[in-house]
């Protein structure tokens, strides 16, 4: 959560009650965020920056302490609110606080902190106006009303760049900038406006509506916002922006005659993984490079042939699969954005392969690793939801090192899905044993700040009632049921105008059918989206979808159903072969069974934007995830 007070107030209690009080009130230890400051050390240029505003006569600038950006895991150190001098309309200042560290220069934009890349301060704080304002349509129309700046500590100094402004980044102030730092703020926060009218200033900045305008919401919206993202600038944060650049100057060494590096690029749901891939296609395509994304996701690769209408000169755009470069030329590309790798398969070859493609086929991530200069791979551990899919960490470091590449680890740690919410995420894992802490209850970790929903249904009835209402209540929301994969998958039925799809997924008197079939060649009821836009397209609320259609996607609302395949029995899951329909997943041994199980359903959990539903078919596990969720 937040503290707001005004800069003279906030600085009084910091003097007289030190950091202590307010890590309380902010209900969490704030460690700096992206600079990693100690505590200690955060307080000391929390101090020194209203002491600076003090001597500059702004002690009445409104100020909002540790600021959550909308939709994001991601906080602003300190927003300051006020007037501006010359139009006495609002005006407001986001501050970034950075100590100096162990801090290496790397690039203007780049720096090396024990080890690894971070975001300059101004340059974290350009990605944050930016992504502030696509958020805020309000600020969007006013971009005059919102600054940046960093202050950062005196022996930092090398931070700063000979001209900021004229470079496109906030200015960077250090603690030893007295009277130029002081000019700067009263530039932009009016010395003689009182403190009622800053506080009405700060209320207007809370009181902004946002938009999750990067999101999709209806199969319409996510053709033009694809087309966009390809087309535009998608504002990347932190971890995201350190990995496009890390990539971007990676191909540009190769491309110089450097050694070939392989780039992992790892995170959770909702970490941005495919916003990073997507800007690197674009940007690296709009330089000339040779470049292709490549998925082992048929859903997600279509859509993205369908409606991203890239000026790509290579196949189908340069969106492709995971298995079309068995035939690849050594090094062809200058670099190979390999998304969802944790889908990579062991072979590329399909069981109908003929015996002469079977001999020449080698491993999917040597094919992947040949084609390229510069293979990048953006995966996720933990959604790995088959007993063919190979793709880990551990397994492409060593292929990459074995044909002779350097490889580089960046881990995105944010949480752009699930409203932002990290706690959620953590509730997931633990919910369904994937962490090494036990399940908790919801309400016991969800932070003030949080506007994430969690509830639970009773039967399925009222699972999808709760998310008729969700959708009712603001136009343009989007909702999915979703479910383990428990119930045989019909073909459809009926011919011509009876044509229908089967209801498969029964529950007592309760039945939907599963989503459309990902097989081109049967003819589609009327009305039926495909199997790979179900999760896009408004039609697709009628069916049950899987695990299989719903990865990668996210709605607003997720509901989900546990089936008989994941059951608690005590104090401990049991994933049961006997419960599951999926044949590939059940050949699967006893331990990988259950943890791809597990698996599945996290990535069905973690698909909601704003909330999540949960219902189990077993009476025991419906009684533990009612207590969860309270």
């Not at 959560?1 to 969490?28: H, W």
């Amino acid at each position: 959560m937040s503290l707001r007070k005004s800069a003279g107030e906030m600085l009084a209690d910091l003097r007289a009650n030190g950091l202590d009080d307010l890590i309380a009130r902010l209900g969490r230890n704030h460690s700096g965020e992206a600079d990693q400051s100690t505590p200690d050390r955060w307080a000391d240029l929390l101090r020194e920056f209203l002491t600076e505003l003090e001597d500059a006569q702004l002690s009445h600038v409104d100020v909002i302490l540790h600021h959550r950006l909308p939709h994001s895991s991601k906080y602003i150190d300190l927003v300051l609110s006020g007037l501006d001098p010359h139009t006495k309309e609002s005006s407001h200042v986001l501050v970034n606080l950075a100590s100096a560290g162990d801090t290496v220069r790397a690039t203007d934009e780049l720096f090396v902190r024990d080890g690894t890349y971070v975001l300059s301060p101004g340059k974290q704080v350009r990605q944050y106006l930016d992504y502030l304002a696509a958020a805020t349509p309000e600020l969007a129309k006013r971009p005059r009303s919102l600054h940046g700046m960093a202050y950062v500590e005196d022996q930092a100094a090398g931070t700063s760049v000979p001209d900021h402004e004229a470079a496109g980044l906030p200015q960077v102030f250090t603690t030893a900038a007295g009277p130029g730092l002081h000019y700067h703020l009263r530039s932009r926060l009016d010395a003689s406006s009182s403190t009622a009218e800053t506080r009405r200033a700060g209320d207007q900045f809370l009181a902004f509506r946002q938009e999750r305008s990067f999101l999709f919401k209806t199969e319409e919206d996510k053709a033009g916002k694809l087309h966009r993202l390809l087309r535009d600038s998608f504002v990347l944060l932190d971890e995201q922006e350190v990995a496009y650049e890390r990539v971007r100057t990676a191909v540009h060494n190769a491309r110089a005659g450097g050694r070939p590096t392989a780039l992992i690029i790892i995170g959770g749901p909702g970490s941005g993984k495919s916003a990073v891939a997507l800007n690197l296609k674009r940007d690296l395509d709009a330089e000339g490079f040779r470049v292709e994304h490549a998925t082992g996701s048929r859903s997600f690769t279509s859509t993205l042939r369908t409606f991203t209408g890239s000026r790509s000169q290579r196949p189908q755009g340069g969106f492709r699969y995971f298995n079309n470069y068995m035939d690849a030329d050594p090094a062809e590309l200058d670099a190979l954005i390999c998304d969802e790798a944790h889908r990579i398969r062991e072979k590329s070859y399909t069981r109908f392969a003929s015996k002469e493609v079977r001999g020449r086929a080698g491993r999917q991530i040597d094919e992947l690793l040949a084609a390229a200069k510069v293979p990048v791979f953006l995966l996720d551990d933990q959604q790995r939801v088959r007993p063919d899919e190979l793709g880990s960490r551990a397994a492409i470091e060593a292929a990459a090192r074995a044909k002779g590449f350097a490889v580089e680890v960046i881990r995105l740690d944010g949480q752009f899905r699930c409203g932002g919410s990290d706690a959620f995420d953590a509730w997931v894992a633990r919910l369904v044993g994937l962490s090494p802490l036990p399940p908790v209850k919801w309400s016991s970790i969800v932070g003030p700040d949080d506007e994430f929903v969690v509830a639970d249904a009773p039967d399925p009835t009222r699972l999808e009632a709760w998310l008729l209402d969700k959708q009712r209540q603001q136009d343009g929301t989007t909702a999915r049921i979703a479910a383990g994969f428990c119930w045989p998958w019909s073909e459809p039925a009926g011919a011509k105008a009876d044509r229908h799809l089967v209801d498969d997924v029964t529950i007592g008197d309760w039945k939907r059918p599963w989503n459309a079939k990902p097989d081109g060649k049967v003819s589609l009821p009327k009305g039926i989206p495909a199997s790979h836009y179900w999760a896009t397209d408004p039609r697709g609320f009628g069916q049950v979808g899987c695990i299989y259609t719903a990865q990668g996607f996210e709605y607003d609302w997720a509901g989900v159903i546990f089936g008989p395949d994941f059951v608690r029995r005590g104090d401990a899951w049991v994933a049961d072969k006997k419960g599951s329909a999926d044949t590939s997943v059940r050949k699967a041994p006893d331990e990988q069974f259950h943890v791809l199980t597990a698996q599945a359903y996290k990535v069905l959990l973690t698909r909601g934007m704003r909330g999540a539903c949960v219902y189990s078919v077993d009476p025991e596990t419906q009684r533990f995830l009612e207590e969860m969720t309270a």
